[in-house]
């Protein structure tokens, strides 16, 4: 398994951040291989389950998450149940009016995107996707 871990200082209050990733229509603003999200239910934890088309090393994958962590302005975490092999945790922290996120992806490359590149240019992609997505995070809540 492949692991990202990346953390950005975001000048907003933490609701507004959780917020935001709370509602998962918002991810392919921010991400930019999240090609759709659709299929949006919540579920009984708070959470919810949606439906994703993502692009990696040109390759479109579709799949299925369910949100298994669900705590109020502290933790979101991801579990693909379908597609990519994936579990995506956020962790907020309040720090008075900001809020430090961290991005934290556990992964295992899919077969396909190892016959394109090797499976180190794979995770280098992914990180700087990581890196991309706090950016875009960070520019769309401050802004």
Same mark, same amino acid.
């Given at each position: &398994? ?7 200082? @975001?000048?907003?209050?933490? !609701? ?17 291989? &999240?090609? =759709? ?18 692009? &990696?090393?040109? #390759? ?5 998450? !369910? ?6 302005? +502290?933790? @979101? ?26 991005? =934290? ?8 995107? #190892?016959?394109?590149?090797?499976? +180190?240019? /794979?995770?280098? #992609? ?8 706090? /950016?875009? #995070? +960070? /520019?769309?809540?401050?802004?």
């Amino acid at each position: &398994m492949a692991k990202v871990i990346r953390r950005a200082t @975001i000048n907003a209050p933490v !609701d507004k951040v959780f917020s935001y990733l709370e509602d998962k229509r918002h991810l392919p603003e921010i991400w930019p291989s &999240m090609v =759709e999200v659709s299929n949006v239910e919540r579920l009984p934890n708070g959470g919810s389950k949606f439906h994703y088309k993502y692009k &990696m090393a040109g #390759l479109q994958f579709e799949g299925d998450t !369910d949100e298994i962590e669900h705590i109020r302005n +502290r933790k @979101i975490v991801h579990r693909d149940v379908s597609g990519i092999d994936r579990t995506v945790t956020w962790t907020f922290d309040q720090k008075g009016n900001t809020t430090d996120l961290t991005f =934290e992806a556990d992964y295992r490359v899919p077969k396909p995107v #190892l016959q394109r590149v090797d499976e +180190r240019v /794979a995770e280098r #992609l992914n990180a700087n996707e990581a890196d991309t997505v706090l /950016a875009n #995070l +960070r /520019a769309t809540l401050e802004g």
